[in-house]
């Protein structure tokens, strides 16, 4: 299939088209409300369902419900309507129903503004609501892996009954890129739908599907299992990209736009004659901490760059155990760093070692 130019949220939502979503509830709010918008014109035209809801507390509602009768569902938001989200991300994790959800993230904390930014990195790896769970965390650096990050996200779901979240910012949610999008996937028949789903108790036992346990020793059950659950996602699921790691011995790590930005910097550093490499998770749950270890015996210091003030820097340094200097550097507000920005930062760190 031939390339085609794509805005980054037109994209994400055509691409969640193709991968089969039968339904998506949401609330506009910028940098994201290009994925509504699409949404809003193209289900329709296919038969199937788009809602825009009162609010996010109300789409994350109707989400989970239609996550319980099976439905291939999702929905989108950006920053501030995400932590509207959470008591509704919390029930959806404890009743194991696989669901997708979009953070296209802006500048914080509060309303902020409508910038680029990574500051929602904690809130979307540490739990993304209260208990004990996570959800699965995919950061794409640009439209054509935004594309396929969405189609795994709805893999990932379903095939562990849990929350894949996409995080990106309103650079990658704005730009427009040459991608191509995958084949179109049939949408799942009524009668196709997995076995747990609440469907009408017609000739089978009752389904019963709640986050309400009464009782410590019934709760706890729940979380072992969700725990063994999470200890299998982590062995299996754990996504990163490398560049130029070979030889290197400084080693750059950074997500999303910014690990697009450091890839100019990892060839401007190699052209002044440091060895840097760079390190770009993919997964930022499950995190790649085992690799980063082992790259930790190889450099001499890690610099951690990020569009906060030290979210995902707090994992590398636990990754690293103190075998080498980790380092941070980061703009916020809705700021983006750039090269020339970096490549001091980098130098300090090479004297420093």
């Given at each position: 299939?031939?390339?085609e130019?794509?805005?980054?949220?037109?994209?994400?939502?055509?691409a969640?088209?193709r991968?089969g979503v039968e339904?998506f509830?949401?609330?506009p709010i910028?940098p994201q409300?290009?994925?509504?918008?699409?949404f809003?014109?193209?289900l329709?035209?296919l038969?199937?369902v788009?809602?825009?809801?009162?609010?996010?507390?109300?789409?994350i509602n109707?989400v989970y419900?239609?996550a319980?009768?099976g439905?291939?569902?999702?929905t989108s938001s950006s920053s501030?309507?995400?932590s509207?989200?959470?008591e509704?991300?919390?029930y959806i994790?404890?009743?194991e129903?696989?669901v997708?959800v979009?953070?296209i993230?802006?500048g914080?904390?509060?309303?902020?503004n409508?910038?680029p930014s990574?500051?929602?990195?904690?809130?979307?790896?540490?739990?993304?609501?209260?208990?004990d769970?996570?959800?699965i965390v995919l950061?794409?650096?640009?439209v054509?892996?935004?594309?396929d990050?969405?189609?795994l996200?709805?893999?990932l779901a379903?095939?562990?009954?849990?929350i894949a979240?996409v995080?990106a910012?309103?650079?990658?949610?704005q730009?427009?890129?040459?991608?191509?999008?995958p084949?179109?996937?049939?949408v799942r028949?009524?009668?196709?739908?997995?076995d747990w789903?609440?469907?009408?108790?017609?000739g089978r036992?009752?389904?019963?599907?709640?986050?309400l346990y009464?009782?410590?020793?019934?709760?706890e059950?729940v979380?072992?299992?969700?725990q063994?659950?999470?200890k299998?996602i982590a062995a299996?699921?754990?996504?990163?990209?490398?560049?130029?790691?070979e030889d290197?011995?400084l080693?750059?790590?950074?997500?999303?736009?910014?690990?697009?930005v450091?890839?100019?910097?990892v060839?401007?550093?190699?052209?002044?004659?440091?060895k840097?490499?760079?390190?770009?998770?993919?997964?930022?749950?499950?995190?790649?901490s085992?690799r980063i270890a082992?790259?930790a015996e190889?450099?001499r210091g890690?610099?951690?760059v990020e569009?906060?003030?030290g979210?995902?820097v707090e994992?590398?340094r636990l990754?690293?155990?103190?075998?080498?200097?980790?380092?941070?550097y980061?703009r916020?507000?809705?700021?983006i760093?750039l090269p020339?920005?970096i490549l001091?930062?980098?130098?300090?760190?090479d004297k420093?070692?």
């Amino acid at each position: 299939m031939a390339k085609e130019l794509w805005e980054g949220n037109a994209a994400i939502a055509e691409a969640a088209i193709r991968a089969g979503v039968e339904a998506f509830f949401g609330y506009p709010i910028t940098p994201q409300t290009e994925v509504l918008e699409h949404f809003s014109k193209r289900l329709p035209e296919l038969g199937r369902v788009f809602l825009q809801a009162e609010s996010e507390v109300a789409s994350i509602n109707m989400v989970y419900g239609a996550a319980c009768a099976g439905a291939r569902v999702m929905t989108s938001s950006s920053s501030p309507g995400i932590s509207l989200m959470q008591e509704g991300l919390s029930y959806i994790a404890c009743s194991e129903v696989p669901v997708v959800v979009i953070n296209i993230m802006r500048g914080g904390p509060g309303l902020g503004n409508v910038q680029p930014s990574q500051g929602d990195y904690f809130q979307a790896v540490k739990m993304a609501g209260h208990g004990d769970f996570h959800p699965i965390v995919l950061a794409p650096a640009n439209v054509q892996e935004a594309i396929d990050y969405v189609v795994l996200a709805f893999d990932l779901a379903e095939k562990y009954r849990t929350i894949a979240m996409v995080v990106a910012d309103g650079a990658i949610g704005q730009m427009m890129e040459p991608a191509e999008m995958p084949p179109m996937r049939p949408v799942r028949p009524p009668e196709e739908r997995p076995d747990w789903a609440l469907t009408g108790a017609q000739g089978r036992e009752p389904n019963i599907i709640t986050s309400l346990y009464l009782g410590a020793e019934n709760l706890e059950r729940v979380n072992l299992r969700l725990q063994a659950k999470l200890k299998e996602i982590a062995a299996n699921e754990v996504r990163w990209k490398e560049y130029s790691t070979e030889d290197a011995d400084l080693l750059l790590v950074a997500f999303g736009t910014v690990g697009r930005v450091c890839q100019t910097v990892v060839r401007e550093a190699r052209k002044a004659g440091m060895k840097v490499g760079l390190l770009r998770p993919v997964t930022l749950w499950p995190f790649p901490s085992g690799r980063i270890a082992e790259l930790a015996e190889q450099v001499r210091g890690v610099l951690t760059v990020e569009m906060n003030a030290g979210q995902m820097v707090e994992d590398v340094r636990l990754a690293v155990e103190g075998r080498c200097p980790v380092r941070f550097y980061g703009r916020m507000g809705g700021v983006i760093p750039l090269p020339d920005e970096i490549l001091p930062e980098l130098e300090k760190l090479d004297k420093e070692c």
